[in-house]
């Protein structure tokens, strides 16, 4: 039982989570002390408006600011390198990241690189920032990564096709503002595959091998609001309880997941994501499901648990378990994840994505151990469903 672990827990960040909490941003520059922030922001974010509307509220309060609104969708190492020489030229004594999870790890590792030198894959690995870094306050647009609360980022590596992470609780954000009114304008995809995220971080924290108590309360919340708001938030953008249901269950996954690890699902995708380009969440949404197939017999009791959460009722924790990743696999379904099939990968290649996946450190965290030719044999299962 994880109750009868040591284990120790921090959560740096203070949260500001509610409707219209975005107004609270130039009280919170304040208590920071800072008077030249830097937004760190993607393209989509600056056309779709929610720029302008964080930006208004600078302007109405006398603030000065810049604006980076060059991250990718995998934030990569020289967008990183790029937003630290800004805020360097710029003096800036804070990051506000603006948007999903790729802003929010952009401006991590920006926030160490402007300050201490070198290239963010100096500080790949646990603990390997030297010191301070910029303070950053976090405002999530998507309820999925949870990067609002972590003290990790993950970055692509251009070279190597591949995405390493760091995590230090020196690039936590110092505030999160988590306000659902952002996230009203997230188009269906989108909600559907950052939400897919979220139930991922929820389940792969609860069950990992390295879970604790605190984080596990958190996951098994997180898993009954995502599946109780996530068809309705895809469903109606517009609909703020939905919005703010996924909000919350984005950010208590992403409470579990940090306090524990991710694991094959999380391995796959990155892999993924670094050799493709492939958007995070669907990677997560399209493998959980045959990831849970995997190691069922291994956590059957953790996955009647989840089964419970989302509402489900069956007779024996043996059925609970299958219910569950039927459950599962119904949720991204109804959301409309596409299938693994989808991405057109040829089979030739299945052997660096097992590697790669092998390769990743959450690996060891999987609740069933797996080795590179049982990621083969994921990879072969996930690609014979069309
Ligand atoms: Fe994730």
Known sequence: MDIMKNFSFILPTRIE????????????????????????????????????????????????????????????DDNVGS????????????????????????????????VQGGSIWDYRGVERVPGAAIP??????????????TF???????????????????????????????????????TASTGMDALTHAIEGYTATCAEPIGNAAALHSVTLVSKF?????????????????????????????????????????????????????????????VMNYSRDFCVRKYADVGRAMGLSFSSDEQGADAAVAAVRELSDDVGIPPFSAFGIAESEFPEIAEKSFENLSSASNPRPLGVTDYMEILRRLDSRR
């Not at 922001?41 to 604006?67: F, H, P, R």
């Not at 306050?137 to 990564?145: E, K, L």
């Open 17 to 76: 989570f509610g409707v219209g909490a975005i107004v609270c941003l130039p009280k919170e520059l304040g208590v920071l002390g800072s008077r030249k922030p830097l937004i760190v922001t993607d393209s989509g974010i600056a056309s779709s408006g929610l720029l302008a509307k964080v930006t208004a509220l600078l302007k109405g309060a006398g603030c000065e600011y810049g604006v980076f609104d060059g991250v990718a969708p995998n934030p990569r």
């Open 83 to 114: 937003c630290a020489e800004a805020a360097r030229t710029a003096g800036s004594d804070c990051l506000i990241a603006l948007g999903g999870g790729s802003s929010i790890d952009c401006a991590k590792g920006a926030s160490v690189v402007a």
């Open 136 to 149: 950053l306050i976090s405002v999530p647009t998507t309820a999925g990564s949870g990067s609002e609360v």
């Open 152 to 190: 990790s980022a993950v970055i692509t590596d251009r070279a190597r096709r591949t995405k390493f992470s760091l995590r230090s609780v020196k690039i936590a954000p110092r505030v999160a503002i988590c306000d659902p009114e952002l996230t009203l304008t997230m188009p269906g995809a989108i």
């Open 230 to 290: 996530l068809r309705r938030a895809a469903e109606d953008g517009s609909d703020v309880e939905a919005r703010a249901g996924m909000l919350m269950g984005s950010l208590l996954g992403a409470i579990s997941f940090s306090h524990s690890d991710v694991a094959a699902v999380h391995c796959i995708a990155e892999s993924l994501g670094g050799m493709y380009d492939k958007p995070h969440g669907v990677c997560n949404a399209v493998c959980l499901p045959e």
